[in-house]
């Protein structure tokens, strides 16, 4: 396979449409085939739709998409199913299955040391529309990564999780970057900074910066990014962000 020569996700000159709006204005981006990559970038920037054009869930008007080094158009479903684990933004199930039934859908069965990491074991009978929400998108992720995948994208998977969990969630997620490319949406820039290799700014649907998370994540690009001043307050190592008044 052509993963440790060439960028395991690319994207170049990627335009996608809605109508008569352009979402995505020609995007060149890549990401190598191990690491846990941020996309990043306020409400409406575009990468949900990113995210669904690097997989094919949105057509793409313009450009190329390359996974593992083919082009996306050249990928059987099946091996594109296997060579991926997608988490969506919504995680919603329209059948009331129970945990064990929806981890029955994943593409392997997920392993004892999976279940555990997800804390699953005691919600296994249980009917997802019983869950948290925590609960749920533990669940969800638990099915997206069952099989391993070589790519993984995941749409806010911290979104419903408390403290402790996001962190949990976030040393999961690099657990699988050591063999795969994890491409994460978040909004928590303090996530991306901490576990993150690489993140990317996206605004308007362009690709405002990319690179290390201490270059990016500055106040004057995430300020010019968000529309709005933001401050990043370092504390040894650790960085934090808030919006000003
Ligand atoms: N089918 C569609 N028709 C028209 N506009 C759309 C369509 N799908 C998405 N959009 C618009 O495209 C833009 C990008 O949407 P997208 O969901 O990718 O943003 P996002 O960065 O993921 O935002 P959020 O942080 O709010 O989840 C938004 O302005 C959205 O309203």
């Known amino acids: 396979m052509e ?10 000159g990627l335009q996608v449409r809605a109508g008569a709006r352009t979402l995505l204005h020609g995007i060149d981006a890549s990401w190598p085939a191990r690491g ?9 920037a575009g990468k949900s739709t990113l995210l669904q054009a690097l997989i094919g869930l949105r057509p793409a008007h313009a450009g190329e998409v390359r996974l593992l080094g083919r082009p996306l158009a050249g990928w059987k479903p099946r091996a594109l199913a296997q060579a991926i684990g997608y988490l969506p933004q919504q ?22 040391a999976l279940i555990e990491a997800c804390e699953l074991g005691p919600l296994r009978q249980r009917r997802l529309h019983t869950l948290s929400g925590g609960e ?46 994890v491409l994460v949406v978040l909004h928590d820039l303090h996530l991306a900074a901490r576990y993150c290799d690489e993140v990317t700014l996206l605004a308007e649907g362009r690709v405002m910066a990319a690179g290390h ?16 001043a933001v401050v990043r307050c370092d504390l040894g190592r650790q960085r934090f962000f808030t919006a000003e008044d």
Do not use: K
């Open 213 to 228: 998370p201490d270059e990016v994540l500055r106040s004057a690009s995430l300020s010019q990014a968000y529309g709005s």
């Open 91 to 112: 995680t919603h199930s329209h059948w009331d299955l129970t945990v064990d039934e929806l981890l029955q859908l994943a593409l392997a069965p997920p392993s004892a």
């Open 36 to 44: 846990l990559f941020a996309l990043v970038g306020a409400n409406g």
């Open 3 to 12: 993963t440790t020569t060439c960028p395991a996700l690319a994207v170049q």
């Open 136 to 181: 749920a998108a533990r669940a969800a992720l638990a099915r997206a990564i069952a099989h391993r995948p070589p790519l993984l994208l995941a749409d806010e998977p911290a979104a419903h999780l408390d403290l402790p969990h996001q962190h949990q969630l976030m040393r999961l997620l690099r657990a699988c970057a050591a063999d795969a490319a």
